[in-house]
């Protein structure tokens, strides 16, 4: 069966400090990977997906960026971190269209408070 | 793109009662998905129902999509306690992404 696991799952960090969030995708391969922050109170918003290695599409434009170093792991950096990138982050992933249903499995979550 | 958006956004009932949450979106869909996120943890993908179903059940769910009027609404039947969590939609457009809504906090009173 297919896990997916994400990490740290809380942390504090000083205004312009950097930021490295990780997510491994197990037991499938070639998944589609996707990072989301919600804020709190607020629906989640897509901030990069990536369909393949090396592969990242940004939705909105900011501080953070995303890499695919290994076909089922995803990672979530910023080199100077803002008060408001506090928030809920989730890592999830899909598999490819041809699997039908775009079902989207979401990881446990990692509560970032900026200080 | 669209955007799921539920409606009523809180809602407190006794347990073994009935929840209804309704959802709905602006543009043409492929699939609709409820999902359910318990505090301060990942969400849980719930039911999807596709642009051709009319209703959907899974056990104590029932999910009904109407895309003449661009809604749909999830049924959770004599609900219990451990249903207390946030209930969000999600639409599937043609970029096959997910767009969800705000979400609909549900509190199930013992």
């Known amino acids: 069966s297919q896990t997916i696991h994400q990490w740290p799952a809380t942390l504090v960090q000083p205004v312009g400090s950097p930021l490295s969030l990780e997510c491994t995708v197990e037991g499938t391969s070639n998944p589609n990977l996707y990072w989301y922050r919600q804020a709190a109170g607020r629906g989640l918003q897509l901030l990069f997906y990536s369909v393949g290695i090396g592969q990242i599409s940004s939705e909105v434009p900011q501080n953070l960026s995303a890499s695919r170093p290994q076909d089922r792991q995803f990672i979530l950096s910023s080199k100077k971190l803002l008060l408001s990138d506090s928030g809920f982050y989730l890592c999830?992933?899909?598999?490819?269209?041809?699997?039908?249903?775009?079902?989207?499995?979401f990881g446990e979550g990692s509560w970032l408070t900026v200080v | 793109s669209q955007q799921g958006e539920e409606d009523p956004q809180a809602l407190s009932i006794q347990e073994g009662e009935n929840a209804t949450m309704n959802c709905s979106y602006k543009t043409s869909i492929n699939n609709l998905q409820w999902y359910r996120q318990n505090s301060g943890r990942g969400l849980v993908h719930l039911i999807l129902i596709r642009s051709n179903e009319r209703e959907k059940h899974s056990g104590r769910l029932r999910v009904t999509l109407d895309t003449s009027k661009k809604s749909s609404s999830l049924l959770i039947t004599a609900s219990r306690a451990a249903d207390t969590a946030s209930y969000f939609c999600a639409t599937v457009g043609g970029n096959n992404r997910l767009a969800f809504g705000k979400g609909n906090q549900v509190v199930v009173i013992p």
């Open positions: 999830a992933w899909s598999g490819g269209y041809r699997q039908g249903g775009n079902t989207i499995y």
